[in-house]
Each structure stands twice: as C-alpha cells, then as structure tokens.
C-alpha cells in the first residue's frame, strides 16, 4: 500500500526527522487560507498522487504557463493560483502511464534553500531477506538511471537484524554522501529514525528523494515515498486509514475485496487460475505462444462459487481483454465449483469475448458437463499447451 508525500512526511515529521512545514489543500479555495499559515519568502505548491517524477510531469488538459506537478511560487497569492490550477486535472508521469492520474489534493509547503540534493532510502533487500540501505549522491534523479549510468555513485548494504541499526551505519551512509562535521552527527540519528520508523511501520520502502543539505548546513527530508505491506495492515489500523482507493486500479481493488489475487498487466488475454506457480506458468505459455496477458489472477485453492464469479466480473471488466483463458488444477480446488461460477459469472456479465477453458483433478468431469450443459460459448482444452494454443488463435484470428 502506498501513500501520499504529505501523509509520509506527517509519519516522518511525528518520528522526529527533519520536514518542511506544509499544508495539504483539497479545495480550491482553501489554498490561500493553507498557503497564509506558512513562512516565505517561498511557497512549493506539489501534486499529491502515487506516482514519481511530478516535475516533470505535464497536464492533459494543457494550459498557458503550466509547468509540471510540482511549482514554486514568490507570494501567497501565487500559491493560492498554482494550487487552483492543479486541482481537479490529470497530470501523467513516466510512472502514470499515457492515462495520468487526477489530482485531488496539492500539497503547499514551505520553500527550502538547497545547497545539495542527495538520495537516501530504505528498502526490503529481497535476496537477502533483511532491510537494505541506498544512499547516493545523485539525488533529485531517479535512482534507476543512476544506477545504469553511474552505479559506482551508490552505496548499498544491510543491516544484520541480530544488531539492528548502529550509529556507524549512519557514519558510512553520512561518508558516502560526502558530509562534514555536524551533518555527520545529522545523518547517523536521521538513518536510526528512518530505519525504526521502517520496522515498527512494516514498510516496505521509505525513499527521501531528494534529502537536502540547506544553505544554513542542516539535513532536511525535501520529499517522501512511502510503501507498506498489505500482509501487516491488520496491525496498521493507523497506516491503513491513510489509504486512498481513489489512487488504486479498481480492478485490483475490487480484488482485493473479496480476497482475490489480482494483478493488472498490459496485454489481452485474461487469465483466471488458482495457485501463484500455475498462474505464472499460465502467463509465460501465453507469451510463448505469441500474444500477452491481461492480468496475474489466482482465485486461490479455497475459492467459493461467489469468488469465481466475481473473478470473471473483474477479467470481463477490463476493455483490453479480447479473450479469456480459465486453466483450473483442481486439488483443494474443485472443478465443479470453478465451473459453476463461470456459468453464473456468464449468465449475469455475458460474454463477449473468446473463452478457453481447461479443467483437470478433483471433479473434473462434473466441471466439464456443468459447461458443456450451459450452453455456453466455450472452447474445451486438453492440456495448457493445448489451452493457450487455442485462446491466442481465437484472439488473434
């Protein structure tokens, strides 16, 4: 689960590392009001939506002077407009996709005097299976271009979770960066702060992109982004209250809902499978055989005929799915129970697509006279081979 930079630096600010103060705006006029609480001679008015690279970003509905998602501002005023401006418009990023997402809050806060930009985050070192430090001194760009273009600019290492975070951590990052004196002492406690606020937040990455060295000397979190793990929300009450569905794919969400694994993807084939392993093997066959899935889905080993149906609701929902292939290993999984709802799924959505379906294990015979018996539209498969064959020649032609 993500969050906004405002909601970030909120977690950041009560943990005790260094944020400029700011002000989140949902409404237009409330802008001035915000913008008046806060200190000049300075004001950054920033879109707040879940994706990087809002600088750079552009609007679809474009309009004289527009520069980005992110813009600084000389007067109250000023910031009262930018702010306006924002509101209400979809704003695409690289990370957005050609869509663009709306922005539904702006952010203002104050402005900082940037001596140097620098790059410090925490995340989830899956090779390793322990928390991971990356600290660069090529901060304000992405972190993936550095490391194509300059990796030698990176520092990475763990942190052993039998001694947990130590002070001299904090001196190789602050080293690393190149800082002196007392920003030495800045960085060691600003590491140990995010390092705690990680594991008591069961985050899965804290990024402070850029983290700033002030024209005064002082460190400062200059923006946030923060992701935690879905699996620890039950004991997140806070952490999950910050989420904003508006934010997320409503695929994934109407998922999510009824305990489905869902993932969307790029490509026109829709796929419902139960088990990770089959699901993945089910993607990699369709690829193979020349087109590209719509969607990572696993309806899971104890799936109900309620679940099924709306499996095949959320495939069916997407306008890019020409076809859908339901490959079912029925162990846990009954057939019957899989074919029941797509027939109850079919009659309730209709179908307007090719549909493949291939059926194997626990009461697989009854699952296949429950299709054959619905009059239903389907293409049989033997095997997945022969599954995935079929549903790219129907969509292909």
Known sequence: MNIHEYQAKALLRAAGAPVSDGRVVTRAEDAKIAAGELDGPAWVVKAQIHAGGRGKGRFLEREAGDKGGVRITSSVEQA????????????????????????????????????????????????????????????????????????????????????????????????????????VKQCVKLAGTLYRLFRQRDAELVEINPLIVTKQGD?????????????????????????????????????????????????????????????????????????????????????????????????????HVKGILVNIFGGIMRCDIIA??????????????????????TNVDLGKKIINDSGLNVIAADDLGDAARKIVKAVKG
């Open 219 to 319: 460190l400062k979190c200059l923006d946030a982004k923060m992701g935690f793990d879905n699996n620890a929300l039950f004991r997140q009450h806070e952490i999950e209250s910050l989420r904003d569905e508006s934010e997320e794919d409503p695929k994934e969400l109407a998922a999510s809902r009824f305990d489905l694994n869902y993932i969307a993807l790029d490509g026109e084939i829709g796929c419902m499978v139960n088990g990770a392993g089959l699901a993945m093997a089910t993607m990699d066959i369709i690829k193979l055989f020349g087109s590209e899935p719509a969607n990572f889905l696993d309806v899971g080993g104890g799936a109900t005929r309620e679940k099924v149906t709306e499996a095949f609701k959320i495939i069916t929902s997407d306008p």
């Open 80 to 183: 009262a407009e930018e702010a306006r401006r924002m509101l209400g418009r979809t704003l695409v990023t690289l990370q957005t996709g050609p869509a663009g997402k709306q922005v539904n809050r702006v952010y203002i806060e104050e402005g900082a005097e940037i001596a140097r930009e620098l790059y410090l985050a925490l995340l989830v070192d899956r090779k390793s299976s322990r928390i991971s430090f990356v600290a660069s001194t090529e901060g304000g760009m992405d972190i993936e271009e550095v490391a194509r273009t300059t990796p030698e600019r990176i520092l990475s290492f763990a942190i052993d979770p039998a001694t947990g975070f130590q002070p001299f951590h904090g001196r190789r990052i602050a080293f690393a960066l190149g800082l002196k004196g007392d920003q």
């Open 340 to 361: 029941e709802g797509i027939v109850a799924a079919v009659k309730e959505v209709g179908l307007q697509v090719p549909l493949v379906v291939r059926l194997e294990g």
